[in-house]
């Protein structure tokens, strides 16, 4: 048999994928996805967005491996910066191109803990060394990042500053500007990895950690959360001599992204109803933040600690009493998936504490208090740690 | 600044890319690319498939890595053998699925002497060695390639068997079993790479050396010279176990491709339309292949050495006199545009002989006339070598 490669047989497998075909039982209720809800999709928006494609017959023929001229410009505008952007098939693989490019076998590079399991696999993948600093509730514990930036030769730092996955924590500003300026004088690449910055359900955006940075800085961008993930387009911003190698390795791994969704991506989110579409989406996931809050207080507070986040998806509960993998077989077994804390870990590192990822963006108001209840049955039956 | 990966640095650039600025200019004409023609692309039926998105609101969700069950039943179907199908962006994803799973930097690929260049690319990002075997008219040299795979610890062969890009080449039948007799004596996993199967022009269709094959074998298949290339949708198929490991770094690299291009794809291949335009699509293609050897024949004749190819996108013309790539210079500098024969061999091989790439499928007569008397013109200014 063809033997796999090593950068394989290191790459952390997931949880979410191992439990799918037991999700996906007609009777299961899943706080575990990271999905958005398809019923809030601007299926109106997206149907006239495929109708107009005929007109754009060029888009059919191979293109640049950048992306689409008139996305790129229009996401350029947006930010007004003195950068480039590269168009990508979702944000997941801007950040497999960026350690593709940049990372050898051995290289260092610091993470959040707990952090985006899709981002560990793929530093698994690059065969990197990942080191950890620990996610407070306004950022990354300070005096570690800096006592890890001064110790190990690390080359990126990877970190979702808004409403973080699966914490949920929002970086403030002050810590931003710390994060930024540490990077700076060691010398470390940050990847800022955005996908949850538009779902924000209270406050005011903060501005973006790349832009404060001084030194080589990487902005991911989805639009998986705010119109649909099944287009898969993403996109990294950065300054274009940094962007160079990635396209390089774009060409080789897939040529370009699909042209038809690029364009059909930019008339949905330059359709005059799509700012209207952006409210019903936030407004219906703040108040689902707010009812499975509500009830996880009103039924579980003695099982269960968590701060309710700004924006995103999910709720991070810690468990002061129970092993997680344990709750979450036993809360399959009450027919609701849930996904424990162990999972945003990487693989050779212990946990720092015991916690749970609660969705709250796809399932209805009477599904969460569904949920809730069988969630509840399970730390019932759950022995607590010793 | 941030250092690249070894693995970039090694990477063969792209002459087609590199020379891309000048080959957009508008009096510039190109037998460079290997594009279909965009006037022949099926517009009608892409349109009314695109009409039809709105009917499957779920494939806008995020979908399985696999990818879209119906179209991959379709493949299976349309193949009938006991494997799986994995669906990616473009059948170059697949390539790099393969190389990422299956190579550690060091080990050994075989490819036909010359290649398509996106495969050099991709086994140079995964630090494969390369070796080569010359590929013949009927297949590739059967004493070097049992040379190759006696001496060398080989883990993949990868090759075109039908009309290979750049020669053109066909495999004959006695050679495609005795390759694959060979690879399963040595146990050697086969990548067959068949984007131009079903753009022949002549004779009856062999068949795929995969299904001769015993041993590992994995197909490649694409749309992008039959339907369109810009919606990047391929497949890869293999034996469930050889897929598993892709699927794990597919995950990671892009979590899925667009699942609405899959569906649009789906119901244009299926759409009673489409052999009427495969076929209009071949006839074409054929006028072309053959208008353009006459034009060789009469003008260039002593100049280039070449066969007709069954089919495919390509004639490949060796130059008994004159250095492939001072030749493409001289061509750019009368507005027409080659690749020469250099492109197709490994960074670090010497190519066996000169020769360069002309593509019939993207200009029309007239404008392949045009392109012949200039590709004249630079031959003349051209000095043989000595």
């Not at 962007?243 to 690029?262: C, F, G, N, R, Y």
């Not at 059909?264 to 707010?290: C, G, Q």
């Not at 509960?317 to 092993?323: G, S, V």
């Not at 997680?324 to 077989?329: P, Q, T, Y």
Request: proline fraction near 6%; hydrophobic fraction near 40%.
């Amino acid at each position: 048999m063809l033997a796999v490669s090593k950068r394989v047989k290191q790459t952390k497998p997931s949880y979410i994928r191992n439990i799918l075909k037991v999700t996906q039982q007609a009777d299961m209720l899943s706080l575990a996805g990271g999905l958005p809800d398809a019923e809030l999709f601007p299926l109106d928006i997206l149907t006239q967005a495929a109708d107009e494609l005929a007109q754009s017959p060029s888009i059919f023929q191979y293109g640049a491996t950048e992306g689409l001229t008139e996305l790129r410009q229009w996401l350029l505008e947006e930010n007004g910066a003195a950068e480039d952007v590269l168009i990508t098939t979702g944000s997941q693989q801007a950040l497999d191109l960026i350690a593709r490019s940049y990372l050898n076998p051995g290289d260092k590079v610091l993470c959040e803990a707990p952090s985006y399991l899709g981002a560990l696999q793929v530093f698994d993948l690059a065969e990197a060394e990942i080191h950890t600093v620990i996610a407070e509730a306004d950022g990354p514990n300070l005096a570690q990042l800096e006592q890890q930036l001064a110790n190990y030769k690390i080359k990126l730092f990877y970190a979702v500053p808004d409403f973080q996955n699966p914490s949920g924590h929002c970086w403030s500003l002050s810590k931003r500007k710390a994060v930024a300026s540490l990077l700076a004088k060691y010398n470390v690449a940050l990847i800022e990895d955005a996908p949850y910055r538009q779902l924000r359900y209270q406050g005011e955006p903060l501005p973006t950690v790349s832009k404060l940075s001084s030194y080589a800085a990487f902005h991911l961008g989805s639009f998986s959360k705010i119109a649909t993930p099944g287009m898969r387009v993403g996109y990294v911003r950065a300054k274009q001599a940094l962007l160079a190698p990635l396209i390089k390795v774009k060409q080789a791994s897939d040529l370009h992204s699909a042209q038809p969704m690029q364009l059909m991506l930019l008339a949905t989110v330059r359709h005059p109803s799509f700012t209207e579409h952006l409210d019903k989406l936030t407004n219906t996931y703040r108040t689902r933040r707010d009812y499975l809050a509500e009830l996880l207080q009103q039924q579980l507070s003695d099982k269960l600690e968590f701060n309710v986040p700004q924006g995103g998806m999910f709720i991070w509960a810690r468990l002061p009493h129970h092993n997680a993998m344990s709750l979450a077989e036993a809360a399959l077994r009450q027919k609701v998936a849930i996904v424990p804390g162990d999972e945003f870990w990487p693989s050779n590192h212990t946990p720092d504490y015991q916690a749970i990822r609660l969705n709250f963006t796809a399932l209805t108001e009477p599904q969460l208090e569904q949920a809730v209840s069988r969630l509840k049955k399970a730390l019932l039956q759950c022995s607590p740690m010793k």
